[in-house]
C-alpha cells in the first residue's frame, strides 16, 4: 500500500527554521515528481514546492523562493523541506504528495498529485 508519512513539523519563533520530512513506503518512490503543500483551516491548500525524480529542478511558490529548499533521497525514500527565515504567515498543515506521472513536469495545482501524506503543522509565532 502506498503511503506517504510527514515528520519535522512543530512550534518555532519567527526567523527561524524547520526541516520537514517525507518518507515514501509502498510504491516506486524514485520516478515520480514530489512535491510540498500546505493548509490553513477555512482557506485552499497551497502549492509550496515540488522537485523531480531526480532532484534536477525544482519549482516554488513566489511566497517561499530563496527561504525554503526542496530535496530527496532516492535511496532512502524520503523528500524533505527546509524551511529557513519563517515567518508568521508560513504557519500551516504541510502535506507532501506524490505527482501522478512518471515524468519530469512539474505542477502545482493539487489535482495532478494522487498520493498525500496526512501532513504536519507548522506554527511560526511572531
Known amino acids: 500500500q502506498v503511503q506517504l508519512v510527514e515528520s519535522g513539523g512543530g512550534l518555532v519563533q519567527a526567523g527561524g527554521s524547520l526541516r520537514l520530512s517525507c518518507a515514501a513506503s509502498g510504491h516506486t518512490f524514485s520516478m515520480y515528481p514530489m512535491g510540498w503543500f500546505r493548509q490553513v483551516p477555512g482557506k485552499e491548500r497551497e502549492f509550496v514546492a515540488a522537485i523531480t525524480w531526480s532532484g534536477g529542478s525544482t519549482m516554488y511558490a513566489d511566497s517561499v523562493k530563496g527561504r525554503f529548499t526542496i530535496s530527496r533521497d532516492v535511496a532512502k525514500n524520503t523528500v524533505y523541506l527546509q524551511m529557513d527565515s519563517l515567518k508568521p504567515e508560513d504557519t500551516a498543515v504541510y502535506y507532501c504528495?506524490?505527482?501522478?506521472?512518471?515524468?519530469?513536469?512539474?505542477?502545482?495545482?493539487?489535482?495532478?498529485?494522487?498520493?498525500w501524506g496526512q501532513g504536519t503543522q507548522v506554527t511560526v509565532s511572531s
Open positions: 504528495a506524490r505527482d501522478n506521472s512518471p515524468t519530469a513536469i512539474l505542477h502545482t495545482y493539487g489535482r495532478a498529485y494522487g498520493v
